[in-house]
């Protein structure tokens, strides 16, 4: 069962800006924080960005923040992530996960996982 779905990947020019989005149900949206991770081949999957279930804290990975923005739309059941200025070194595939703040806090993901959105930043 796929329970959160990634899209709003592409190829951008460095500079430019993207936004994704993770698709969730209402019932792992409501009680849930939410991460969006990035992998890029042959390297670890990293954290990039958090939100708390109720949308009011918000984490950055050093590397993206001022750059990116993670929200949430209660109505819509879905987190994005809005990404500016994008750099060579953001190409990676992009991962939305489901779980709680303090396992983020902890460096630690939750249980669900998107498939992921390709996104490629090219010079």
């Known amino acids: 069962q796929v329970q959160l779905v990634e899209s709003g990947g592409g190829l951008v020019g460095a500079g430019g800006s993207l936004r994704l989005s993770c698709a969730t149900s209402?019932?792992?949206?409501?009680?849930?924080?939410f991460a969006w991770y990035r992998q890029a081949p042959g390297k670890q999957r990293t954290l990039v960005a958090v939100?708390?279930?109720?949308?009011?804290?918000?984490k950055y990975a050093d590397s993206v923040k001022g750059r990116f923005t993670i929200s949430r739309d209660n109505a819509e059941n879905t987190v994005y992530l809005q990404m500016n200025s994008l750099k060579l070194e953001d190409t990676a595939v992009y991962y939305c996960?489901?779980?709680?703040?303090?396992?983020?806090?902890?460096?630690?993901?939750?249980?669900?996982w998107g498939q992921g959105t390709q996104v490629t930043v090219s010079s």
């Open positions: 209402r019932s792992i949206y409501g009680p849930n924080s």
């Open positions: 939100i708390s279930s109720g949308g009011i804290t918000k």
């Open positions: 996960n489901a779980g709680s703040w303090d396992s983020y806090v902890a460096d630690r993901p939750g249980d669900y």
